[in-house]
């Protein structure tokens, strides 16, 4: 039986913004029960849950964040406003980042200091993290983000990036387990940069690979290092894997049911083929209820092992509605969410 668990906006303090780590040096421990702990209790899965963008726009803004990236805190409205329609026409989607550690408030040294922008392609052969430098905002409008290399940027520096989120304003789960991550991962050795809202808050810590875009979350600082340290070697830790963003999610089920049926966690063991809905004979003018399918898909992988050429698997995989919760701290109703879980794994070829 599940216990009770009050809603996750209705307990705690706010985090405030005293400095780029959000107030939390100043703060009490917060309550246990949060979105991330309300996920865990009620047996939420971690997989198949990464974000829909394959393709990111990078800022260095020191901080403190807002609840958005563009927003005209860090920047005038008709930049912040312009970039917004460009990323929006491109499918990008905009992180702040910035060192773990404290920093002045963005604005105190503006037009001083040189900052760096990134832009990254997670798509499959297309991997890469294009960098650039920026001092005032309106040096972004430059960026033509339907190029190829969009702006002055090359591709030189970190290919190599572990991204965590920290933004407090947006989920106190986010700020006050992420930033302990960053800090390991940094001191580790990784090229590390808190950042804003990866997505998932209730998965806090939430932790995103560069240029891959493999992500990761349930993570504290041991967990995290483990998890990086597998990945380095080729491998992917289920426990903690979310999927891989730009990935559609019924195509993230399918691999990570592939991977723990057949007991291969090499990161380059399965390969998509197609991914195709099937076609339903339910009563589709009726909205699913909780825990009822609202969609099944059909997709098709390759298992590579060892020098052979490959063994085709189909999978079915199908959607499922949520009972509404809390999905963040901050949420005032709960939400309904679609969870992917594969039914079959079939031998084809």
Known sequence: MTPDIPPPGTVGRSLGDAYSGDGLATLPELPSVRCADAARLRGEPIAASAVRYHRFLLLEVP?????????????????????????????????????????????????????????????????????????????????????????????????????????????????????????????????????????????????????????????DAATALDALRRFDAGELDLSHYRGRAGQPACVQAALHAAAVRLGDFRRDAFQVVAACPVPGDGDVSRPAGPGEDTERWQVEVIHRAGRSPGTAYRVIVAGSRLAPSFLSCADSRPKAEIQYEALSLTHIR
């Not at 609840?67 to 805190?73: F, G, V, Y």
């Not at 060192?99 to 997670?122: C, E, I, K, L, N």
């Open 63 to 219: 901080g403190p964040w807002g609840r958005s990236a563009l927003e005209d805190k860090h920047m005038d409205a008709a930049v912040a406003g312009q970039l917004t329609r460009a990323t929006a026409a491109t499918s990008t989607h905009v992180l702040l980042i910035r060192r773990p550690g404290r920093h002045p408030a963005y604005g105190s040294d503006a037009g001083q200091r040189v900052m760096a922008w990134a832009f990254a392609d997670t798509a499959p052969g297309a991997e890469r993290v294009l960098w650039g430098a920026w001092r005032d905002p309106a040096d972004l409008l430059n960026l033509d983000l339907t190029a190829r290399i969009p702006g002055e940027a090359n591709a030189a520096a970190s290919q190599r990036l572990a991204l965590v989120c920290t933004n407090g304003k947006r989920d106190q789960c986010c700020a006050q387990r992420g930033r302990p991550v960053a800090a390991a991962l940094a001191a580790a050795g990784w090229d590390t940069w808190e950042c804003s809202h990866l997505g998932g808050h209730r998965f806090a810590a939430t932790l995103m690979v560069l240029p891959t875009g493999d992500m990761f979350g349930w993570l």
